[in-house]
């Protein structure tokens, strides 16, 4: 019996023995996962600094405090938190299942460039930005009736602007009433020219503005006819220069230049105004407002309103529905379509006040 009892308790200090020995190695095989070399921005590897925006990709955007960068596209690599600059670019190069590799200029200093990767987490790229917690009203500066307005910051004085469902942009593009422009079957391109020809009279509309490039002259699009304005419109543009705008002739008994818009025109006219967005050159979104003068050939400026977080995705697409209610498919600033993946597209609505003109 004694014996047996012996074997018992030997066994018993055996495996308490085992035990402890197990938990001493998982202890150890813990602290060992968590421990981490400390490293800098010196241990990333070097590349070369972005010089030129167009060839990003796409952008990352963050609203946290500090983010963190990694060695490589694993969460046990070695990292460590930098703090966030609103001064700093982040820009995406190539997209993992949880990270973003990104090339960091440190201190703005191009030729002090890295590679680092970062937590999808944290970040927000330039394809999935929205218009959610953006404020629609900030606005860069206005000018209303000749005067301009570079310290009032808010729509507010001018109208409401809100976000809309796209299913309610589509409803009330039903009830349009700004005027479609209708293409006249007298003007024709001939040999790279636009020509007008009716009964006998044959007239080349040139264009208002003589620009050459290295590739040859601007390229000259026809639009269509506004019977309201009694105006021919073309769209001139080239991939030399930056930009495009709308031109306008009057071809009744000679060709001549009358006015140009920026955007894609809406013409009211129920108010005799020419209207258009378009996506600012520097910041934002223009929204303008003209009232054309056909006694005199001039346009009466009425409003001119730079927003500063969105930009207009299609401006054919914007539409009046009466005198004061305007609506517009945009952009979230800064956001792209990158690898086949589309931007997300928004659209809103604006409502002048009834007094305003």
């Known amino acids: 019996m004694k014996i047996l009892n012996q074997i018992v308790i030997s066994s018993m200090v055996v495996f308490v023995g085992c035990s402890q020995q197990n938990k001493t190695s998982e202890t150890k095989t813990a602290k060992t996962e968590v421990k981490q070399k400390i490293i800098t921005l010196v241990d990333f590897k070097k590349t070369k600094g972005v010089d030129n925006v167009q060839e990003v990709p796409f952008q990352l955007f963050t609203k946290l405090d500090s983010i963190q960068f990694f060695v490589a596209?694993?969460?046990?690599?070695?990292?460590?938190?930098?703090?966030?600059?609103?001064?700093?670019?982040?820009?995406?190069?190539?997209e993992f299942e949880d990270f973003y590799s990104i090339h960091y200029s440190i201190n703005n200093n191009i030729s002090n460039s890295i590679e680092a990767f970062v937590l999808k987490s944290e970040f927000t790229s330039s394809f999935e930005l929205t218009l959610n917690g953006v404020d629609l009203y900030e606005i860069r500066s206005s000018t209303f009736k000749q005067s301009d307005d570079f310290k009032n910051k808010s729509f507010k004085k001018f109208g409401t602007i809100a976000e809309i469902s796209e299913q309610e942009f589509k409803t009330s593009s039903k009830n349009r009433m700004n005027e479609p422009l209708v293409k006249n079957p007298n003007i024709k391109l001939h040999d790279d020219n636009w020509v007008y020809i009716e009964n006998g009279r044959k007239e080349v509309i040139t264009q208002h503005e003589n620009i050459s490039t290295e590739t040859g002259p601007l390229a000259n699009e026809y639009v269509g006819r506004s019977p309201y304005l009694n105006l021919e419109v073309f769209k001139e543009n080239s991939d030399e220069v930056a930009g495009s705008f709308y031109s306008f002739y009057n071809i009744k008994n000679a060709v001549m230049f009358e006015l140009s818009t920026d955007g894609y025109p809406q013409i009211l006219p129920t108010k005799s105004w020419v209207t258009f967005v378009s996506s600012n050159n520097d910041v934002g979104s223009n929204f303008i407002i003209a009232k054309y003068l056909p006694q005199t050939k001039k346009q009466d400026n009425l409003l001119y309103v730079n927003f500063t977080n969105f930009k207009i995705a299609d401006d054919k697409k914007a539409f009046w529905t009466d005198n004061n209610t305007f609506y517009a498919e945009v952009f979230p600033l800064n956001s792209t379509a990158v690898n086949g993946k589309k931007q997300k597209t928004a659209y809103i609505k604006i409502q002048l006040k009834a007094d305003l003109f």
């Open 73 to 94: 596209p694993n969460k046990d690599a070695a990292h460590l938190k930098v703090a966030y600059n609103k001064f700093d670019n982040y820009y995406g190069f190539e």
